[in-house]
């Protein structure tokens, strides 16, 4: 994965549950999914210190420091500081460590966060380093974030570097502006959401940029139309009608809804691995069966003969 030889595992396992999203998951649990996934071959975690404020970085160190794989490659993110909190204050992480986050993109908000990520995780460098959803500061993450990040894959502190968002018209940008290796893009490659082709996936593409898929499900609406939501918020009428037309072509060759939500997007040459964020081992246990289970091709041409997804299209 990436320019710089990263090798990890298809399927990565991201950590923002463990901080608490939306809902708590007690340290046991926590502890035994990380057990459980470095048991079942996984090789790449995310993590980031918005999750749970601090918290998934703290849990994924505290296991690494009596279970650390060699060949395990972890990432996290800057863009956002972690300061004591006066009050408290809301917040989609439930049982969150005591900090408030503050968004920082320049040069020393980039080190000052890879310092205190790296002491919570209790190593000495880390794998791979994202620029945080810089949606509302993008000219200042590329003039000042960028670079600074650039610096530290020169410096050895980290071995690669890109940019983690869900939305893919800023991270085209800095694909074809800057010199990153990976791009961690969430909820628009999936089977509800095909933008990302439009514009970040050839670019990619082009450029020789790994791509990882995240937030294959749209945050549920496809597993459960009539419950689940879309990017966590309540789905619109036109979206749920097309999740239960996706879920009907799905069931007819009797594959999981939740096996082809998760493998979709590897069918894009541009994307290397797939993050799927359990809760616990039972779901670790689920995203694998899902993840290994075999998907008839004559099942993606009938979604794409039906026009439910648009034909993957590679970079000219």
């Known amino acids: 994965m990436g320019k710089h030889g990263l090798r990890v595992s298809r399927l990565g396992v991201g950590t923002a549950a463990l901080g608490g999203l939306f809902r708590s998951v007690p340290e046991s ?16 975690l995310d993590t980031a210190p918005l999750y749970g404020h601090g918290r998934s970085e703290r849990r994924v160190g505290r296991v690494l420091a009596d279970d650390h794989p060699g060949d395990l490659v972890i990432s996290t993110k800057v863009g956002r500081l972690l300061r004591p909190a006066t009050e408290a204050a809301e917040s989609i992480f439930e ?4 900090y408030d986050v503050v968004f920082d993109f320049s040069a020393d908000g980039v080190r000052r966060s890879l310092t205190d990520s790296l002491a919570r995780l209790g190593v000495e460098r880390v794998d791979l380093l994202y620029i945080h959803d810089p949606d509302d500061h993008a000219e200042q993450a590329l003039r000042e ?4 990040l650039a610096q530290l894959r020169e410096e050895g502190v980290v ?3 890109g940019i983690g968002m869900n939305q893919s018209r800023v991270p085209t940008r800095f694909v074809e502006e800057a010199d990153i290796d990976v791009v961690l893009i ?23 940029v790994s791509v990882v898929a995240a937030g294959v499900y749209n945050s549920g609406v496809l597993l459960d139309p009539v419950a689940g939501t879309y990017d966590y918020a309540a789905a619109a009428d ?7 037309e996706v879920r009907e072509v799905v069931a007819a060759y009797g594959v999981p809804v939740a096996a082809a939500g998760l493998q979709f997007p590897l069918r894009h040459p541009a994307v290397d691995v797939i993050l799927a964020g359990p809760r616990n081992s039972e ?6 069966a899902a993840f290994n289970y075999p ?13 439910l997804v648009a034909p993957v299209t590679a970079a000219g």
Do not use: H
Request: aromatic share 6%; no cysteine; net charge negative.
């Open 95 to 98: 049982d969150r460590d005591p």
């Open 159 to 161: 071995g690669a570097i």
């Open 186 to 208: 969430a909820g628009r490659y999936t089977l509800l959401d095909q933008s990302a082709q439009a514009d970040l996936l050839p670019a990619a593409q082009r450029r020789g």
């Open 295 to 307: 998907v008839p091709e004559e099942l993606w041409q009938e979604l794409e003969q039906r026009g």
């Open 29 to 44: 649990a926590s502890d035994e999914l990380l057990r459980a996934a470095f048991q079942a071959g996984i090789r790449y």
């Open 238 to 244: 036109d979206i749920r009608q097309r999740a239960q």
């Open 283 to 288: 779901e670790l246990q689920e995203n694998i």
């Open 145 to 148: 974030a960028y670079p600074a």
